[in-house]
């Protein structure tokens, strides 16, 4: 299995699924855009069966020939909108963007908003990654778009601009350093997404999870069977066993991520109703990531 999932998820779902089938399950873990490259040195010889956790539309629609097609019987049971309609992905959680912050640091500083990273007190205090290689900080990207006007509009990428200027050069290696960054007290406040974080408050560490008042996107997370599997039958059983209500209810009650059955509810975060969300067009980003991901590079190349 190939997965950037954090050790709550994988801890949770490997060795339940160990145990239940007999199967043992070598983990290799890395960033989504790592795994992805990584898919395709291999794709004549591919070395893992699975793909957990880096696979979203975008992913899919640009590499279709490194997936196998597989509809598993239990996908039925999920909402209509986030049912396997490619034949090839499989949507086992929603994740949603969020800023967390460390309350030792903040201060007096205020953060409610998107808006409020612009605050001088913050420059160079401000942990991010890059969109480029990172999908929950392209994730972050397409969701401040959305926020501030949108996906094309220049209001939107100027505030981008300003936000760029805010890191101060700072960009970090993958997703796990920026939360990590701000619970150890390197950065005062990061752009992140929102499983992680909830882990961390609740073991404690002095963060707390923002979500931007601008509006928070919430996005699916799927797994894949790699193209040409050597372990066909054992990888068939993974994306059943992701999507069963077994695990299912367990990532409700247990976990810091919301279950994909909607009659499934998290008993620890925060309940959706209460957050203000606002909805991605999943396939125009799907077919414009390169050209945004470029634009973003373009932009922040000439501030530097």
């Given amino acids: 299995v190939y997965s950037p999932n954090s050790e709550g998820i994988m801890n949770n779902v490997i060795p339940g699924f160990e145990e239940k089938y007999g199967i043992e399950v070598e983990v290799i873990s890395a960033g989504a855009g790592e795994l992805i490259k990584r898919l395709s040195s291999e794709a004549n010889d591919p070395y893992a069966d699975?793909?957990?956790?880096?696979?979203?539309?975008?992913?899919?629609?640009?590499?279709?020939?490194?997936?196998?097609?597989?509809?598993?019987?239990n996908d039925k049971n999920l909402p209509e909108e986030f049912q396997n309609t490619t034949g090839f992905y499989t949507n086992y959680t929603i994740n949603g963007s969020c800023l967390l912050v460390n309350k030792d640091l903040i201060g007096d500083i205020k953060i409610e908003s998107y808006e409020d990273l612009l605050n001088p007190e913050l420059k160079g205090k401000i942990a991010t990654?890059?969109?480029?290689?990172?999908?929950?900080?392209?994730?972050?990207?397409?969701?401040?778009?959305?926020?501030?006007?949108?996906?094309?509009?220049?209001?939107?990428?100027?505030?981008?601009?300003?936000?760029?200027?805010?890191?101060?050069?700072?960009?970090?290696?993958?997703?796990?350093?920026?939360?990590?960054?701000?619970?150890?007290?390197?950065?005062?406040?990061?752009?992140?997404?929102?499983?992680?974080?909830?882990?961390?408050?609740?073991?404690?560490?002095?963060?707390?999870?923002?979500?931007?008042?601008?509006?928070?996107?919430?996005?699916?997370?799927?797994?894949?069977?790699?193209?040409?599997?050597?372990?066909?039958?054992?990888?068939?059983?993974f994306i059943d066993y992701l999507i069963s209500d077994e695990v299912q209810q367990q990532f409700g009650d247990n976990l810091t991520i919301r279950p994909i059955i909607a009659s499934i509810p998290s008993k620890t975060l925060t309940p959706i109703g209460e957050i203000h969300t606002i909805t991605e067009d999943i396939a125009y980003i799907a077919e414009h990531k390169n050209e945004i991901v470029e634009r973003y590079k373009d932009l922040f190349a000439s501030l530097q």
Avoid: R
């Fill in 129 to 237: 990654c890059d969109p480029a290689t990172s999908s929950s900080a392209f994730a972050q990207l397409t969701n401040i778009l959305l926020a501030k006007g949108g996906y094309d509009s220049d209001e939107a990428w100027d505030f981008v601009g300003k936000l760029i200027e805010q890191w101060d050069g700072k960009v970090l290696s993958g997703s796990s350093a920026v939360y990590k960054g701000v619970a150890d007290g390197e950065y005062t406040v990061g752009l992140t997404y929102e499983d992680p974080c909830a882990t961390l408050v609740a073991d404690g560490a002095p963060v707390e999870i923002v979500f931007p008042s601008e509006g928070a996107v919430y996005l699916p997370s799927g797994a894949a069977i790699i193209k040409g599997a050597k372990n066909m039958d054992n990888a068939k059983l």
């Fill in 50 to 73: 699975i793909d957990f956790g880096g696979v979203n539309y975008a992913i899919y629609k640009q590499n279709p020939d490194l997936f196998e097609e597989y509809v598993s019987p």
